[in-house]
């Protein structure tokens, strides 16, 4: 397929062997498979034997050998680590100089936690993830170059010149087309159907929260189309969403997990029994409280080795129809954040706080450590930051961005030293005025 490769080519990974990888391998039996991620754990602890601070010094106490590393229970002799602990140490976890990393890439991560983490990601990592998604692709029946459209947060903080041409020749290569799920408002509905007609898209992709809120305006303009698939990630898609979606999109919609650190972890195939792990590039332990503990088997930039992201999920009690023996999950819990109103009318998807204060930089320059947005009233926000304190530019650059996209809010920045998880034990991270 020269379009993947293409693709490739344009975003500096190299995703296509992997692909042709993924797409033989999702068919192998249980024992194949566990061989190849036992190759592929044996690479990472040997290179984490040599060049990881963190796992050399755990392996060593643990009298543990890369070499000798025979069964995925190997994993039992290293310990649970969270994003609290990675902080903590955090060039421990990076990775010294290596051959074979190539290009390493860093992306800002942890907006649905309310705690950012900067991430180191190598080539092959990025290359795997995007592989995963090809196949997700295959399973969803869209092709290469089908008609996409992505309902998803657009820059706040304007790119580069450099930066916006290599996203527009993407764009035109993938044939994928943006809506800017921060800037979402009902009464731009008819502009979007005619966006819908024009694009004529085989695939809606975005967050599931802004996805069911579109079809929920379709639906009631009495718009219809007719996609191949829906496919929504970062909160649960809900079992209550997909009869709506189906309706107004005349598809099936298929949920995809990930988190930032690992991207792509888990989806669904076309049977909807549940979400299959890709287990050729994630290694994924449920423990008691059936928390994720996620082992990322490509990235050597910085390991992440039984991992725990802060979802939850559960397992399926039984098998998916469509033979794959990839582990299954039966639904995700967890990401809770919710869309906020502003007295414009635009709805804001909660990542958009991640995304502004990680474009705008100052997750890095003020160590944000967790925030919390919650909306006290229609137009007063309250923003807890557990961070160094912040510049009196940056703060008046998050109230301004704020503004800019809610309309006339009253936005109070609060320095706080932590955030207590609320009494429902699950954290969120933007709450809503009810
Ligand atoms: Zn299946």
């Not at 990930?258 to 991207?263: D, F, H, L, Q, S």
Request: charged fraction near 30%; aromatic fraction near 10%.
């Amino acid at each position: 397929m020269s379009r993947i490769r293409l693709i490739d080519w344009l975003s500096g990974k190299r995703s296509w062997p992997y692909y042709r990888q993924y797409v033989e391998s999702q068919w192998y039996d249980r024992e194949r498979l566990d061989g190849f991620r036992v190759t592929k754990l044996r690479a990472l602890l040997t290179h984490c034997e040599r060049y990881v601070p963190f796992y050399r010094d755990m392996m060593r106490q643990a009298g543990m050998r890369a070499d000798d590393v025979r069964g995925l229970d190997a994993l039992r002799h290293l310990p649970v680590t969270d994003k609290a602990i990675i902080k903590r140490h955090y060039e421990q976890f990076a990775s010294e100089p290596a051959p074979g990393i190539g290009a390493i890439h860093y992306s800002q991560t942890g907006g649905t936690t309310g705690e950012p983490l900067r991430v180191p990601k190598d080539v092959a990592m990025r290359s795997s993830a995007q592989a995963a998604m090809f196949r997700f692709h295959d399973w969803m029946g869209v092709r290469p170059g089908d008609a996409v459209l992505i309902l998803w947060g657009r820059p706040i903080v304007r790119p580069t010149r450099m930066k916006r041409l290599r996203v527009r020749v993407l764009g035109a290569i993938t044939n994928s087309t943006q809506i800017d799920s921060f800037g979402l408002n009902p009464v731009r509905v008819a502009d979007l159907a005619e966006q819908f007609r024009r694009l004529r898209p085989a695939l809606l992709h975005g967050y599931a929260q802004s996805v069911y809120e579109l079809a929920r305006w379709f639906a009631d303009s009495g718009d219809r189309f007719r996609l191949r698939a829906v496919s929504t990630t970062v909160e649960p898609l809900f079992a209550e969403y997909r009869p709506l979606l189906r309706d107004v999109f005349g598809c099936e919609a298929f949920d995809q997990y990930g988190c930032g650190e690992v991207e792509a972890i888990a989806m669904e195939c076309d049977r909807h029994e549940g979400l299959h792990v890709i287990e050729e590039r994630a290694v994924v332990e449920l423990d008691a409280e059936q928390n994720v503990v996620v082992t990322d088997l490509d990235n050597l930039a910085f390991p992440f080795i039984r991992y725990r992201n802060g979802d939850r999920a559960a397992p399926a009690d039984h098998p998916c129809s469509c033979g794959r023996q990839h582990q299954l999950l039966s639904r995700i819990l967890g990401r809770i954040g919710d869309v906020i109103v502003g007295p414009s009318g635009n709805r804001v998807h909660p990542e958009f706080f991640t995304h502004l204060l990680n474009e705008t930089g100052i997750s890095d320059r003020a160590r944000v450590r967790k925030y919390q947005v919650v909306q006290e009233a229609p137009r007063r926000l309250l923003w807890k930051l557990a961070a160094d304190p912040l510049m009196e530019r940056d703060r008046e650059w998050l109230v301004g961005e704020v503004r800019r996209y809610l309309g006339e809010v009253e936005v109070q920045v609060e320095m706080v030293e932590d955030i207590p998880v609320g009494r429902s034990g699950k954290f969120q991270y933007v709450v809503a005025h009810p």
